[in-house]
């Protein structure tokens, strides 16, 4: 079974510039999975920042953009702020409607 | 916008059925797929499937055995039905919408803890 991967942790200073990943353990993300990306806060229910590779959800800041980078999906993140520190989820099409999961990357802001 | 709000018992018992509503409200439910969402304590996300607002459904292949999905039009609702639970389920379910237009998960609700204990 093909396991979606993702950094289990990050790190980025205030005002830099992140990029997270999504990949495969066997084989490579293009727009055909239509890769989603969502962003988690203790406590809270996820929030969906990118659907479709690289269209932005309804009032996420153009700071977080989406795109295919080599084999992966990527979430940028340009001019990180402090309450950017969040856990990061990836969402990707399998095929035949089967959605699978990363298992998501702890960004800390410092 | 699309609001959903997720209602349905918060403990069950082992080797009972978990059911759970999302009643949908802000948006058609003929214009969206519906998926379940859940995490379990300190974990991250698993999708459990979709239904569509013929009723059609797919699930996780790994929870396919166990679990049931339905809709219900007239009342802007759709339900998830968990079987033969085990502390393994307990976890926060999410209900959630595909995004306008497009495929994954745009809207989510603001999610339901379900325990399962004797």
């Known amino acids: 079974q093909t396991v979606v991967t993702q950094e289990p942790s990050f790190s980025v200073s205030p005002g830099g510039t992140v990029t997270l990943t999504c990949g495969l353990s066997?084989?490579?993300?293009?727009?055909?999975?239509?890769p989603n990306w969502f962003q988690q806060t203790p406590g809270q229910a996820p929030r969906t920042l990118i659907y479709?590779?690289?269209t932005r959800s309804s009032g996420v800041p153009d700071r977080f953009s989406g795109s295919i980078l080599g084999n992966k999906a990527a979430l940028t993140i340009t001019g990180a702020q402090a309450d950017d520190d969040s856990h990061y989820y990836c969402?990707?099409?399998?095929?035949?409607?089967?959605?699978?999961f990363g298992g998501g990357t702890k960004l800390t802001v410092l | 916008q699309v609001q959903l709000q997720e209602s349905g018992p918060g403990l069950v018992k082992p080797s009972e059925t978990l059911s759970l509503t999302c009643t949908v409200s802000?948006?058609?439910?003929?214009?969206?797929?519906w998926s379940w969402i859940r995490q379990t304590p300190g974990k991250g996300l698993e999708w459990i499937g979709y239904v569509d607002y013929t009723g059609s459904a797919k699930y996780n292949p790994s929870l396919r055995s166990r679990v049931t999905m339905s809709i219900d039009t007239s009342k802007n609702q759709f339900s998830l039905r968990v079987h033969s639970v085990t502390a393994a389920d307990t976890a926060m379910y999410y209900c959630?919408?595909?995004?306008?237009?497009?495929?994954?998960?745009?809207?989510w609700g603001q999610g339901a803890l379900v325990t399962v204990s004797s």
């Open positions: 969402l990707l099409h399998m095929g035949a409607g089967i959605w699978v």
């Open positions: 959630t919408s595909s995004p306008p237009g497009a495929y994954g998960v745009g809207y």
């Open positions: 802000g948006g058609s439910i003929s214009s969206y797929y």
């Open positions: 479709n590779t690289d």
């Open positions: 066997s084989g490579s993300v293009s727009t055909s999975y239509y």
